[in-house]
T-cell receptor
Framework: AQSVTQLGSHVSVSEGALVLLRCNYS??????LFWYVQYPNQGLQLLLK??????LVKGINGFEAEFKKSETSFHLTKPSAHMSDAAEYFC????????????FGIGTKLQVIP | EAGVTQFPSHSVIEKGQTVTLRCDPI?????LYWYRRVMGKEIKFLLH????????ESGMPNNRFLAERTGGTYSTLKVQPAELEDSGVYFC???????????FGEGSWLTVV
């Protein structure tokens, strides 16, 4: 069964510093990969997704992620953290066969320190 | 265009009572999903509707949970009788046919005391 691992349930960065949130998936067949964000008292919002094609994908709010098949990873980055980036981030995977069931990681809470 | 809407946003009930959560998907979305996040755990899949049919209900925890989607529009998730371990956030989501993008609602927070 598909599994998604997020390293670090809590990550703190200083405002202006690089944000790096780690995600690894388990399947031998590369799945479709997603990052969702949940701001306080809001729902899950799609940040970006990888399905096929270019392995570096850009999302909203300056975030990007790179699919690395050899490392089974899909880490999320942002060059310079902003206070408004404080939220919980979820990595997720969907089997590329087209079945739409999504498997989530446990989530990483990002704290941005002024 | 309205997003996925869920009601109620918060609910506190006593153990043994019944709660019904409602989800209105984005108009035109045939796929509707229910997910749940128990405190400190992953968001987990409960079930998937395609129109009014249950495509996959493998994630439903037990027979105290009943999901319906009459007419292929809105869906309800009933928990009867509720237990303490049912507390968590219940997310509804929807997508168009064959789309990789799933849109989530804001969730329904359920607390069973």
């Amino acid at each position: 069964a598909q599994s998604v691992t997020q390293l670090g349930s809590h990550v703190s960065v200083s405002e202006g510093a690089l944000v790096l949130l780690r995600c690894n998936y388990s399947s031998s067949v590369p799945p479709y990969l997603f990052w969702y964000v949940q701001y306080p008292n809001q729902g899950l919002q799609l940040l970006l997704k990888y399905t096929t094609g270019a392995t570096l994908v850009k999302g909203i709010n300056g975030f990007e992620a790179e699919f690395k098949k050899s490392e089974t990873s899909f880490h999320l980055t942002k060059p310079s953290a902003h206070m408004s980036d404080a939220a919980e981030y979820f990595c997720a995977a969907m089997n590329s066969g087209g079945y739409q069931k999504v498997t989530f990681g446990i989530g990483t809470k990002l704290q941005v320190i002024p | 265009e309205a997003g996925v809407t869920q009601f109620p946003s918060h609910s506190v009930i006593e153990k043994g009572q019944t709660v019904t959560l409602r989800c209105d998907p984005i108009s035109g979305h045939d796929n509707l999903y229910w997910y749940r996040r128990v405190m400190g755990k992953e968001i987990k899949f409960l079930l998937h509707f395609v129109k009014e049919s249950k495509q996959d209900e493998s994630g439903m925890p037990n027979n105290r949970f009943l999901a319906e989607r009459t007419g292929g529009t809105y869906s309800t998730l009933k928990v009867q009788p509720a237990e303490l371990e049912d507390s968590g956030v219940y997310f509804c989501a929807s997508s168009q046919d064959r789309s990789h993008t799933i849109y989530f609602g804001e969730g329904s927070w359920l607390t069973v005391v």
